[in-house]
Nanobody
Framework: VQLQACGGGLVQAGGSLRLSCVGS????????MAWFRQAPGKEREFVAG????????AYADSVKGRFTISRDNAKNTVYLQMNSLKPEDTAVYYC?????????????????WGQGTQVTVSS
């Protein structure tokens, strides 16, 4: 099972980026998918998550109203649309997958992780 994240880059404050995470080796349609991020010197934190049905999502307060998580089960892909980016959004972003039900915000709640993609927001 592999998760491949991409779409990161350098953007000015106020700009937008769209991250993608493609799963392989398993059908992820029944999995909870999530995005986490980790800034230098900080712990990895929950950003957004979506249940398998895509009818239930959750966001960190710091990104609510600016980020949108979505998924395309036919493509085994989860997306994170990031708008109105701020310098404090700078981090390595990781996608994660969870086999069982629920949408936890703790890293221990996830079974598979992607390699991370760097997002840098300049002021």
């Amino acid at each position: 099972v592999q998760l491949q994240a991409c779409g990161g880059g350098l953007v000015q404050a106020g700009g937008s980026l769209r991250l993608s995470c493609v799963g392989s080796g398993q059908t992820f349609s029944s999995y909870t998918m999530a995005w986490f991020r980790q800034a230098p010197g900080k712990e990895r934190e929950f950003v957004a998550g979506v249940r398998w049905s895509a009818g239930s999502t959750a966001y960190a307060d710091s990104v609510k109203g600016r980020f949108t998580i979505s998924r395309d089960n036919a493509k085994n892909t989860v997306y994170l649309q990031m708008n109105s980016l701020k310098p404090e959004d700078t981090a390595v972003y990781y996608c994660a997958a969870r086999r069982s039900v629920g949408l936890p915000r703790a890293t221990l709640g996830y079974d598979y992780w992607g390699q991370g993609t760097q997002v840098t927001v300049s002021s």
